[in-house]
């Protein structure tokens, strides 16, 4: 199956004005006849424009699934291809209940390279995930505006035992947590309590649905993902093998499949690559029928 250097050399030799959708169609049809399964792509171009603000997922998402869903038979399931950084807690709790909504349990996901934050939540409501050797998750603690709110919490810890030991250090850490408006504190309880409930849900309804251990397992996986004190940093890059120790159900796509499958989902891959790289879209939502929404860089 095609390389990124293939599909490069493909898109270079067309004369077709159309030559990136026309590609990415192409092999994401040739995926869909060999699984039988209805595609949906949910990507994002912020590897190709870091810095763009709305590369994130975000609730006008919602817009491009409905058009993607509509007319597929929703009874062959849903493969959801997911690479993006995350987004709105909000929005992606409505995703997933729509999604739920459409297809049931019935959905599995494919991660070719990265879904990270709400990305990797997402993938914890699906029955199981793909990952290569080169794909990645993240934790799922929550951020204020690029702020985790992990951090916040420990920093106000801090604050409240270094000033207990030393009354003088006073002014020092109100200047600290004075960047801090007086109700952010328990925004940030609430948003972490928020996520890691609904992702506990979303597992013991799904991947470890009617397992008589569904519950530990869901609060391992919550435990791995959402400990900031573990995972250091929100950007924390989580390969499948440790991803599988945590107990999510992951299938390797090297072994689990046979090399035409793995062929096709990184052929297709490397198609939305070459079209962040070349074009203005930023979000792409995309079904293996054609029908898309593309969401273009905005000023």
Same mark, same amino acid.
């Given at each position: 199956? &095609?390389?990124?250097?293939?599909?490069? *050399?493909?898109?270079?030799?067309?004369?077709? /004005?159309?030559?990136?959708?026309?590609?990415?169609?192409?092999?994401?049809?040739?995926?869909?006849?060999?699984?039988?399964?209805? !595609?949906?792509?949910?990507?994002?171009?912020? +590897?190709?424009?870091?810095?763009?603000?709305? $590369?994130?997922?975000?609730?006008?998402?919602?817009?491009?699934?409905?058009?993607? /869903?509509?007319?597929?038979?929703?009874?062959?399931?849903?493969?959801?291809?997911?690479?993006? &950084?995350?987004?709105?807690? $909000?929005?992606?709790?409505?995703?997933?209940?729509?999604?739920?909504?459409?297809?049931?349990?019935?959905?599995? %996901?494919?991660? &070719?390279?990265? %879904?990270?934050?709400?990305?990797?939540? @997402?993938?914890?409501?699906?029955?199981?995930?793909?990952?290569?050797?080169?794909?990645? @998750?993240?934790? !799922?603690?929550?951020?204020?505006?690029?702020?985790?709110?992990?951090?916040?919490?420990?920093?106000?810890?801090?604050?409240?035992?270094?000033?207990?030991?030393?009354?003088?250090?006073?002014?020092?850490?109100? @200047?600290?947590?004075?960047?801090?408006?007086?109700?952010?504190?328990?925004?940030?309880?609430?948003?972490?309590?928020?996520?890691?409930?609904?992702?506990?849900?979303?597992?013991?309804?799904?991947?470890?649905?009617?397992?008589?251990? $569904?519950?530990?397992?869901?609060?391992?996986?919550?435990?791995?993902?959402?400990?900031?004190?573990?995972?250091?940093?929100? $950007?924390?890059?989580?390969?499948?093998?440790?991803?599988?120790?945590?107990?999510?159900?992951?299938?390797?796509?090297?072994?689990?499949?046979?090399?035409?499958?793995?062929? +096709?989902?990184?052929?297709?891959?490397?198609?939305?690559?070459? %079209?962040?790289?070349?074009?203005?879209? *930023?979000?792409? /939502?995309?079904?293996?029928?054609?029908? %898309?929404?593309?969401?273009?860089?905005?000023?």
């Amino acid at each position: 199956m &095609p390389t990124w250097n293939d599909i490069l *050399i493909e898109l270079n030799s067309s004369n077709r /004005v159309d030559a990136l959708d026309f590609v990415r169609h192409k092999y994401l049809k040739n995926l869909h006849n060999k699984t039988g399964r209805n !595609i949906i792509t949910y990507y994002s171009g912020w +590897l190709q424009k870091p810095g763009i603000g709305n $590369a994130n997922i975000c609730d006008d998402d919602k817009n491009g699934l409905m058009a993607t /869903v509509h007319k597929l038979d929703r009874s062959k399931g849903l493969d959801l291809m997911l690479h993006t &950084p995350g987004g709105d807690l $909000a929005a992606t709790e409505s995703i997933v209940y729509y999604l739920k909504k459409m297809f049931g349990n019935n959905i599995r %996901a494919i991660i &070719p390279q990265i %879904a990270m934050s709400a990305g990797t939540m @997402i993938a914890c409501a699906c029955k199981t995930i793909v990952m290569g050797k080169q794909s990645n @998750i993240g934790p !799922i603690d929550p951020q204020f505006n690029g702020i985790p709110v992990h951090g916040v919490l420990d920093e106000f810890k801090k604050a409240l035992e270094e000033v207990k030991k030393d009354p003088a250090s006073i002014p020092i850490w109100q @200047i600290v947590v004075g960047k801090y408006h007086p109700t952010f504190i328990g925004e940030c309880k609430n948003a972490i309590e928020w996520s890691e409930k609904i992702v506990k849900t979303w597992l013991i309804d799904n991947m470890f649905e009617n397992q008589h251990d $569904a519950k530990e397992k869901a609060d391992k996986v919550v435990k791995h993902l959402g400990n900031h004190a573990d995972t250091k940093t929100h $950007a924390r890059h989580i390969h499948m093998d440790e991803a599988k120790t945590f107990g999510l159900d992951i299938k390797f796509l090297e072994t689990d499949f046979d090399d035409e499958f793995q062929d +096709l989902v990184l052929t297709v891959h490397h198609t939305y690559m070459h %079209a962040f790289a070349r074009a203005s879209a *930023i979000r792409i /939502v995309e079904n293996h029928l054609g029908n %898309a929404v593309v969401f273009n860089i905005t000023k």
